[in-house]
């Protein structure tokens, strides 16, 4: 099932810490802050894709602004796909790696947020081509950004997390994407505090 380190990793015990980490009702009105901001610069979408959506509260939040919306998420963990099964359904709730996903369908917006920065950077291409081709409209990545492609040391592990300019790379590859807009997310707001990511919102023209 899992094709590099970085997979087992996240489907085992540290990824089970992570879901325990990331969760509570401060992380959520956070989240609805974020998800806020960005959906002021989309064009009203029904349909979304979150990769690598741990326990769903992205997906729940956007359930909350967009309540017509269909919902769809991939996640590697079990326990954490169990919680995402409660947000958006079994149907819609995938239990596999993001490199081996196969999807029936697009729909208007697929994203990741702090995910590409845990992809083996040996793969991304495959997780920047599915971001693409399940995508009818907007790709949204909220990652760590980095100008040169860069690996820190994450929580006393090497090889598990990785900075770059993901965005730059995606609307390389793919001339047909525009960046629709930008924003930076501070770990020392006042109000909605996020974990330092940059968010860059682009769509096919």
């Known amino acids: 099932m899992y094709q590099t380190e970085q997979e087992k ?18 992380v959520e009105a956070s ?3 974020f998800w806020s901001r960005v959906l002021h610069h989309v064009q009203p979408v029904d349909s979304i894709f979150e990769f690598g959506a741990n326990i769903g509260l992205n997906l729940k939040v956007l359930g909350n602004l967009l309540p017509d919306a269909r919902r769809f998420g ?11 099964v409660e947000v958006i359904g079994e149907q819609n709730a995938i239990h596999g790696s993001i490199l081996d996903l196969e999807f029936d369908q ?3 917006l697929t994203f990741t947020v702090g995910v ?10 495959k997780v920047y081509e599915r971001l693409y081709k399940y995508s009818k409209r907007y790709i949204l990545v909220a990652e760590y950004y980095n100008p ?5 040391n994450y929580r006393g592990e090497s090889d598990r997390l990785f900075k770059r300019d993901f965005a ?18 501070y770990h020392g ?17």
């Not at 040169?148 to 820190?152: G, K």
Request: aromatic share 10%.
């Open 106 to 108: 697009k729909v208007d």
């Open 189 to 205: 707001d006042p109000v909605a505090p996020q974990d330092d990511i940059t968010w860059f919102l682009m769509e096919k023209k």
């Open 116 to 125: 590409l920065i845990h992809i083996n950077p040996m793969e991304l291409e």
């Open 168 to 185: 730059g790379e995606i609307m390389k590859k793919y001339p047909d994407l525009e960046l629709v807009h930008y924003g930076f997310a």
């Open 9 to 26: 990793f996240w489907a085992g015990d540290f990824g089970d810490q992570y879901c325990d980490r990331n969760q509570g009702k401060a």
């Open 148 to 152: 040169a492609p860069v690996m820190i």
């Open 74 to 84: 991939i996640e590697v963990n079990e326990n954490a796909h169990k919680s995402l």
């Open 31 to 33: 989240k609805t802050h």
